[in-house]
């Protein structure tokens, strides 16, 4: 399953806190329904390509209609076709290696 890891830096707010903009994102991919992961810089989105680009669509025109002047978003995307991956199962891939 495809994952999209996307990050929004809002540019010349009054704050130099982005958890709000988080917070909306996060109310944003929880109302589809897709499954995520935040970590310190970044969100991680798990499902369907058509969904994820939607969703990241979304996310950054949010930001612009929550009044941010300039908003600028990277997304990168992981979609595996030779076998099916999850996020959970990539995440445990890495920690059994490391033991």
């Not at 999209?4 to 540019?11: C, D, G, M, R, T």
């Not at 935040?38 to 990241?56: F, H, K, R, Y």
């Not at 300039?70 to 999850?86: A, H, Q």
């Amino acid at each position: 399953m495809p994952l999209l890891e996307i990050s929004v830096v809002p540019v010349g707010t009054n704050s130099p806190s982005f958890s709000s903009h988080v917070s909306n994102a996060v109310r944003l991919i929880e109302q589809k329904g897709l499954k995520y992961q935040i970590t310190p810089t970044a969100t991680i989105i798990e499902g369907d390509i058509n969904q994820l680009m939607d969703v990241a669509k979304e996310i950054h025109q949010n930001a612009i209609t929550n009044g941010v002047q300039r908003v600028i978003t990277n997304i990168s995307i992981d979609d595996r076709v030779d076998k099916n991956m999850e996020m959970n199962q990539q995440v445990s891939a890495i920690q059994q290696s490391l033991h």
